[in-house]
Structure formats: C-alpha cells, structure tokens
C-alpha cells in the first residue's frame, strides 16, 4: 500500500479531505462553498494602432489649444 513510509501516512493521514459538494455526493466534514469569479478587465487596448492614433489626436489637440490661449495672453497684454 502507498506510501511505503509510516511517518508519511501519518502526517497524510492528518490533511482532510476537500470536496466540492457540487461535484460529489460525498458528505464530508470540510466542503468547498462556490464562489462566483469575475472577470478581470485589462486595460491594454484591444486595438493598438487606433489607441496610438487616438492618443496622437489628443495629444496634437492640447497643443493647439495650448497655442491658443498662449495667443490670447500675448494678445491681451499688448
């Protein structure tokens, strides 16, 4: 019988066993209670090349309006 090594079967003999009671009829002292797992969201974009291009835009966009009200301030103190 396994294992070979008394010291081992004891200590083996200690663990309880696990189960989950939805996959066994087995009764057991410790059960497994079910837990629902949610999804994890990355937040790598799924589309690469139009993330970079949206970035791009964006960025090009603060800059105008950066010039802009630079514009307006050189304009005002005049």
């Keep these: 019988m396994w294992p070979e090594d008394l010291s081992l079967k004891l200590l083996l003999d200690k663990v ?3 189960t ?3 996959l066994s009829q087995i009764e057991t002292s410790r059960s497994l209670i079910p837990t629902h797992v949610k999804l ?3 937040t790598a974009p799924k589309d690469m090349k ?3 291009g949206l970035r791009r835009e ?3 966009k603060a ?3 950066e ?3 630079a514009k307006a ?4 103190t005049k």
């Design 20 to 22: 989950a009671p939805w």
């Design 73 to 76: 301030e050189k304009q005002k």
């Design 58 to 60: 964006g960025r090009a």
């Design 16 to 18: 309880p066993v696990l």
């Design 63 to 65: 800059k105008a309006k």
């Design 67 to 69: 010039r802009r009200q």
């Design 40 to 42: 994890l969201r990355t």
């Design 50 to 52: 139009a993330a970079k």
